[in-house]
Every structure is written in C-alpha cells, then in structure tokens.
C-alpha cells in the first residue's frame, strides 16, 4: 500500500495487484467483492457504481491513458454520526478500481477516521491472493 499526495493536496493510497496474484479476472468481479464486504460491514451502506472508464470515453473530447482496459468507482459511506455539516465534505467514500494488462490497481482517498481507514486498507488488500 502507497501513499501519495495528488496534485499537493489529496491523500490517495494505492495498491497495485499483479493479476497472478488474485484470482480474480476483471474489474467488474473487484467490484463484485468490494459489495459483499460493504453489505457484510455494520454501518457501511452502497451508494453506487460508477463506470468511470465508460463515462469518460463518451464524452467527445475525453481522455482516458491508453493502458487503462477499464475503470470503475464503488461509493459507499460509512457515517454513523453526521457531527458538523462539514463532515458531507468528505462523505461518501469511494474505492477505485482500475485494470492494466497485467494488473489491477486499487486506491481510495485517506479516511478521515483511523479505524475506518484500516477497514478500507483491508479491503482492498483482500483482493490479493483472494
């Protein structure tokens, strides 16, 4: 797992999985995964399913690096508490899903919440080996 400071000022974490390592085949199985242990989490909820690859590559002018085979966001939100009206500034969360030719890469942007951070860090290291 990697952390990274994206255009100087977004934590993004990353996890780059050779697919040799996982037996999983395509984004759209991740993403299968990545629903069955937001249902399983006690206060997780599923928001959505966003084709970020599909999305992009309508649009007239869209780019979309030509190593990137697909490319999907699975938002969710954990919050059980809505402390300050501030807090929808960092709600829902969203893990990224995309796929290579010989790997997926995982990412998300860095949880505001300890705990809730490391549960998304296992996460996404579930796909490994899985």
Same mark, same amino acid.
């Given at each position: 797992?990697?952390?990274?400071?994206?255009?100087?000022?977004?934590?993004?974490? %990353?996890? /780059? !999985?050779?697919?040799?390592?996982?037996?999983? &085949? @395509? *984004?759209?199985?991740?993403?299968?995964?990545?629903?069955?242990?937001?249902?399983?989490?006690?206060?997780?909820?599923?928001?959505?399913?966003?084709?970020?690859?599909?999305?992009?590559?309508?649009?007239? %002018?869209? /780019? !979309?690096?030509?190593?990137?085979?697909?490319? &999907? @966001? *699975?938002?969710?939100?954990?919050?059980?508490?809505?402390?300050?009206?501030?807090?929808?500034?960092?709600?829902?969360?969203?893990?990224?899903?995309?796929?290579?030719?010989?790997?997926?890469?995982?990412?998300?942007?860095?949880?505001?919440?300890?705990?809730?951070?490391?549960?998304?860090?296992?996460?996404?290291?579930?796909?490994?080996?899985?």
């Amino acid at each position: 797992m990697t952390k990274t400071i994206l255009m100087d000022k977004y934590p993004v974490f %990353d996890l /780059v !999985i050779n697919k040799k390592e996982t037996t999983y &085949k @395509n *984004v759209n199985e991740i993403v299968a995964h990545f629903q069955a242990l937001i249902e399983k989490h006690p206060v997780a909820k599923e928001i959505a399913v966003f084709d970020h690859y599909e999305h992009t590559s309508s649009i007239k %002018d869209g /780019v !979309i690096a030509p190593e990137i085979k697909a490319a &999907k @966001n *699975v938002v969710f939100c954990f919050g059980k508490m809505l402390p300050t009206s501030k807090i929808l500034a960092v709600r829902p969360r969203s893990i990224g899903i995309c796929e290579f030719e010989d790997s997926f890469e995982i990412n998300f942007l860095e949880v505001p919440n300890e705990q809730l951070h490391l549960v998304t860090e296992e996460w996404a290291k579930s796909v490994a080996n899985a």
